[in-house]
């Protein structure tokens, strides 16, 4: 997985994967704004966070990574 899928999924799910700043960076560049640490605790910006980072999540391709196939 990249950093920036990292950062698709932290923002679509709100599950963290790496770091933090990558995922603040990603939400930043889609919402087309600074966005403060503060505004990941309101529920109608996560939702909007979410609603932009949709597509970008659903075109994270699966590869074959698993060691036992």
């Known amino acids: ?3 920036r ?3 698709i999924v932290g923002a679509y799910t709100g599950i963290m994967l790496g770091k933090f700043s990558d ?3 990603y939400v930043e560049k889609i919402m087309e704004r600074p966005i403060f640490t503060h505004e ?3 529920k109608r910006t996560v ?3 979410k609603g932009k980072a949709k597509l970008d999540f659903l075109a994270i391709e699966i590869t074959n990574g698993l060691s036992n196939e």
């Open 1 to 3: 997985m990249t950093k």
């Open 5 to 7: 899928e990292a950062a």
């Open 23 to 25: 995922m603040q960076s």
């Open 40 to 42: 990941f605790a309101d």
């Open 47 to 49: 939702e909007l966070i």
